[in-house]
Nanobody, 120 residues
Framework: QVQLVESGGGLVQPGGSLRLSCAAS????????MGWFRQAPGKEREFVSK????????YSANSVKGRFTVSRDNAKDTVYLQMNSLLPEDTAVYYC?????????????WGQGTQVTVSS
């Protein structure tokens, strides 16, 4: 069965960096676009970044452009989110998801999430 397992979250000071990983299994990873989403306390889940199946196209939300970078390693069935210059407002549970199409935001499978807390 499809499984997505995130890791790499934690507590970091403002201005710091974290790299999230999402290990995929149960499907042909290189056939699918993948995305990262986040949900802050009391807010709806929002889109962060996505990457095309071959890694040649990416797109990120304006709120993270220039700070976050999405990448993937199809040999390792893993997608990454490098987060730099973190802000307190980046605090959220971060989810990776399998996109049904790179051209949209609909997802058919989600990971369990990893907590990122940005605080001094």
């Amino acid at each position: 069965q499809v499984q997505l397992v995130e890791s790499g979250g934690g507590l970091v000071q403002p201005g710091g960096s974290l790299r999230l990983s999402c290990a995929a299994s149960g499907f042909t990873f290189s056939d699918y676009a993948m995305g990262w989403f986040r949900q802050a306390p009391g807010k709806e889940r929002e889109f962060v970044s996505k990457i095309r199946w071959n890694g040649y196209l990416t797109y990120s939300a304006n709120s993270v452009k220039g700070r976050f970078t999405v990448s993937r390693d199809n040999a390792k069935d893993t997608v990454y989110l490098q987060m730099n210059s973190l802000l307190p407002e980046d605090t959220a549970v971060y989810y990776c998801a399998r996109l049904t199409s790179y051209n949209g935001y609909e997802c058919d499978y989600w990971g369990q999430g990893t907590q990122v807390t940005v605080s001094s």
